[in-house]
């Protein structure tokens, strides 16, 4: 499996911008779809934005949709998300996620591969 690195999170004001990186390496030939998912004291980790291997699809939750943006130039490049218009709902420890066989891009299981998480604090 792949080995993924988070960075790039941290403290910003309601309405503004930040942008997170996955760093990936080992296998990324094997990787079928990557995504980023976010999770929050007492509650259940969810996907925030996914894709498939060349982007032959995407999946954004609704509550992000026009403001975050996933983006990968090829399996061997750093995946980003691009967050704007953030909001304070949004605060939250980031995932950079991998998995090797993606039915769902949208859901934990697919995946088997997790970074370390990066913290977003939107005030």
């Known amino acids: 499996h792949v080995q993924l690195v988070e960075s790039g999170g941290g403290l910003v004001r309601a309405g503004g911008s930040l942008k997170l990186s996955c760093k990936v390496s080992d296998h990324p030939y094997s990787t079928t779809c990557m995504g980023w998912f976010r999770q929050t004291a007492g509650k259940e980790r969810e996907a925030v934005a996914a894709l498939y291997a060349g982007n032959a699809g995407t999946y954004y939750a609704e509550s992000v949709k026009g403001r975050l943006t996933i983006s990968q130039d090829n399996a061997e490049a750093p995946m980003y998300l691009q967050m704007i218009s953030l909001k304070p709902e949004d605060t939250a420890v980031y995932y950079c996620?991998?998995?090797?066989?993606?039915?769902?891009?949208?859901?934990?299981?697919?995946?088997?591969?997790w970074g370390q998480g990066t913290q977003v604090t939107v005030s």
């Open positions: 996620a991998a998995g090797t066989t993606c039915l769902r891009l949208d859901r934990v299981y697919e995946y088997n591969s």
